[in-house]
């Protein structure tokens, strides 16, 4: 998988087909810096893992990546929500699982970015 498909899943690939005037809104809302809670927490907390960053930079692929994240976000939060927790709590968990998931793609080895991507299919 390329540095340009990360976070690209089938799942994802399928919402931005069915819905390419909300992924237009939200990319707005993230050029103009007025994006709600959520898509702030996917894109701002790529800040804290700079290696992944670059490269997201290099490929000039943020804002899609940060876009990618939300889509996951959501179903992350979904399912724990699903799983019983109540609606802070799952968020929590969702923000624990995506900076987990930013924590293994920033690093250089790729055997660990192998293992995050695989687990994402």
Known sequence: MTQEELLLTSETQRFRTEHPE?????????????????????????????????????????????????ILHAKLQGQFLEDGHIGPLALEHANEALSDIYRALNEKDPEGKAAILKSLQ
């Open 22 to 70: 909300t992924i237009k809104d939200w990319e707005r809302q993230l050029a103009n810096g007025e994006c709600g809670p959520d898509l702030h927490f996917c894109f701002y907390a790529l800040e804290a893992y700079p290696n992944l960053t670059a490269r997201l930079d290099a490929a000039e692929y943020r804002f899609d990546f940060a876009i990618n994240a939300y």
